[in-house]
């Protein structure tokens, strides 16, 4: 694939507003909707808008949140709710779930939901699914009603098939819920009156094993590996994914995209500073101590034990940080090496305006247009 005017089909889309640069691949921005220490999460929501407009405006191909819970530094719990407020401050750029946690859901509630979302930003709209709970397991029972939490990661597939046939209105006469429709959805073409919308979210399977790489290649969906915290099983998953997969309506050839954590600075000890702000909420999240994104200073000022060492620096080995040029090169390396079709870049920093400006060092690396 080449040149700026080139169409990237993904999911059943057909994308010519994203303008690469000397990008090896598309770039697209994974915005976790952080709030830092000392903010709030009216004000992380309000940095998410900048970033979003800051991505449209520089040429990224798609912008995504993610479902997350319980996490005091995480303000992205509603996808569809931020999706719907990004919509109204963007117009082109395409929007989605990095993504929604299916299990978490009943599928008729995400085809309305983005059915909805569809309505707004017609044509744009990205439906990213995965079936972790995108929090702790007693968080995920409160979520779900159900203690069985295994059983729900089980049936991921079934709830795929209902969703997908609720987004298409396509149960078969006497299916339960055949009388069902998901509203606004397909439904509505075939009333009096009606006019089909030609537009209706793609799918997207989004996955850290195998589970979801050989289901999304099974059938034909395309691909988000969540290389960013999973990167030892990067190349096996995408490797599955690419062997198992089949043609579908959906997608002729596999399409992967990968997550990786990546943050630009004018200086490389500055970028250092600024995603041991990351580091440090890691460290806390995976110890059971989450909270708000520690600031540079709080960082600077904390002592690793031996263990947590080890995992910071495991943990950064995994994230391109460095001068814009450095993190270009990491970049180039990495879509080399995985073969991914397009990266998702999410920033992992305290403040709004430390992100905001590695997304434009990026894109002025890669001569995107300012």
């Known amino acids: 694939?080449?040149?700026?005017?080139?169409?990237?089909?993904?999911g059943g889309e057909t994308a010519g507003d994203g303008i690469r640069g000397t990008a090896p691949?598309?770039?697209?921005?994974?915005?976790?909707?952080?709030?830092?220490?000392?903010?709030?999460a009216s004000r992380a929501v309000r940095t998410a808008v900048d970033i979003a407009r800051t991505a449209e405006r520089r040429g990224f191909h798609r912008y995504w949140v993610a479902e997350h819970h319980s996490m005091p530094g995480v303000a992205s719990s509603s996808p569809a709710v931020l999706l719907a407020h990004l919509a109204a401050h963007t117009e082109r750029i395409r929007l989605g779930?990095?993504?929604?946690?299916?299990?978490?859901?009943?599928?008729?509630?995400?085809?309305?939901?983005?059915?909805?979302?569809?309505?707004?930003?017609?044509?744009r709209v990205d439906l990213g699914l995965g079936r972790a709970p995108g929090t702790?397991?007693?968080?995920?029972?409160?979520?779900?009603?159900?203690?069985?939490l295994h059983e729900g990661a089980d049936e991921?597939?079934?709830?795929?098939?209902?969703?997908?046939?609720?987004?298409?209105?396509?149960?078969?006469?006497?299916?339960?819920?055949?009388?069902?429709?998901?509203?606004?959805?397909?439904?509505?073409?075939?009333?009096?009156?009606g006019v089909q919308d030609p537009h209706r979210p793609p799918l997207w399977l989004l996955g850290s094993s195998g589970f979801s790489a050989?289901?999304?290649?099974t059938l034909g969906l395309p691909f988000a590996f969540a290389h960013h915290f999973s990167a030892a099983n990067t190349l096996p998953a995408l490797d599955l994914?690419?062997?198992?997969?089949?043609?579908?309506?959906?997608?002729?050839?596999?399409?992967?995209?990968?997550?990786?954590?990546?943050?630009?600075?004018?200086?490389?000890q500055e970028a250092r500073r600024q995603v041991m702000t990351g580091a440090?909420?890691?460290?806390?999240?995976?110890?059971?101590?989450?909270?708000?994104?520690?600031?540079?200073?709080?960082?600077?000022?904390?002592?690793?034990?031996?263990?947590?060492?080890?995992?910071?620096?495991s943990w950064l080995g995994n994230v391109i940080h460095g001068t814009p040029d450095a993190v270009r090169q990491g970049l180039d390396d990495l879509a080399k090496r995985t073969g991914a079709d397009e990266l998702m870049i999410t920033a992992n920093a305290h403040g709004g305006p430390a992100r905001l400006r590695s997304y434009e060092l990026i894109a002025d690396a890669y001569g995107l247009p300012g």
Do not use: C, W
Not at 97 to 120: D, R, Y
């Open 1 to 10: 694939m080449s040149g700026e005017d080139e169409e990237i089909r993904a």
């Open 25 to 40: 691949v598309p770039l697209s921005v994974l915005d976790l909707v952080t709030v830092g220490a000392g903010s709030t």
């Open 97 to 123: 779930s990095g993504g929604v946690m299916l299990p978490n859901h009943a599928p008729l509630v995400i085809a309305e939901q983005f059915g909805t979302l569809e309505a707004m930003a017609p044509g």
């Open 136 to 148: 702790d397991g007693a968080t995920a029972a409160a979520l779900r009603r159900t203690e069985r």
């Open 156 to 193: 991921f597939p079934q709830q795929l098939a209902e969703l997908t046939r609720f987004l298409d209105d396509s149960f078969p006469d006497g299916h339960p819920y055949a009388k069902i429709h998901a509203v606004p959805g397909p439904v509505q073409a075939t009333s009096p009156g």
């Open 214 to 217: 050989r289901l999304a290649g």
């Open 241 to 268: 994914y690419r062997a198992s997969f089949r043609p579908s309506e959906a997608l002729a050839e596999p399409y992967a995209l990968i997550g990786v954590a990546a943050l630009a600075a004018e200086a490389e």
């Open 280 to 313: 440090l909420s890691m460290v806390r999240l995976r110890t059971g101590r989450p909270g708000l994104v520690p600031s540079p200073e709080e960082a600077e000022a904390y002592r690793f034990n031996e263990l947590e060492r080890g995992f910071v620096d």
